[in-house]
């Protein structure tokens, strides 16, 4: 996703896997860096993104629904920033 506004973005992306599968890893690479995350209890999760998107930094944060599917959330993403999953 290529951000074409004048202001900063949230992106959410919500994405089924099947039942059986298993999610161990996610990247996400912004411009030139490589944004990977680490397995923390849901409301630090939740608190570290809400921090870092406070302080003007770029966050992810992904998170297992209760339907089994998956949403990630990227926050901060600058006018004419590139964002992949």
Do not use: W
Request: aromatic share 8%.
């Amino acid at each position: 996703f290529r951000n074409p506004g004048a202001t900063h973005l949230e992106l959410v992306y919500i994405f089924p896997l099947p039942a059986d599968a298993v999610l161990l890893s996610m990247t996400v690479r912004l411009g030139d860096r490589q944004l990977t995350g680490a397995v923390v209890e849901k409301r630090e999760a939740s608190v570290r993104y809400e921090d870092t998107l406070a302080g003007g930094d770029t966050a992810i944060m992904l998170e297992r629904a209760h339907d089994g599917s998956y949403c990630l959330n990227f926050g901060n993403l600058g006018p004419g920033e590139t964002g992949e999953v």
